[in-house]
């Protein structure tokens, strides 16, 4: 798993059977900033992920990658690579909060 942004949409009219009516997010993977372990830092890649929670631009979530997107009752017949599995409601790193959804502008 690993913690990415939502930070757009994808539309598709034209698609599998299986992936209709499933909602498609562009997600920005984040890490830990490496020199001051005290923020989110993004790696500058993204990724299309399915959500199946209703999470919406903007939003830090938790997302599975690879086969184990598929291991939810949700997604166990989609053919993905990426689900959104949660919302992320706080970051703490060596007891300090490094993203708090509440104070979130």
Do not use: N, W
């Amino acid at each position: 798993m690993f913690l990415a942004r939502v930070i757009g949409s994808i539309v598709s009219t034209q698609k599998v059977a299986s992936m209709k009516g499933h909602k498609l997010l562009i997600v920005e993977p984040y890490r830990l900033d490496a020199d001051t372990r005290a923020s989110l830092v993004t790696t500058g890649r993204t990724f299309i992920a399915v959500d199946t929670l209703g999470s919406g631009e903007g939003d830090l979530v938790l997302v599975c990658q690879g086969s184990s997107a598929r291991l939810t009752p949700e997604t166990k017949t989609l053919p993905i690579d990426a689900v959104i599995t949660g919302i992320v409601d706080s970051v703490h790193i060596e007891k300090k909060s490094v993203f708090d959804r509440t104070k979130e502008a």
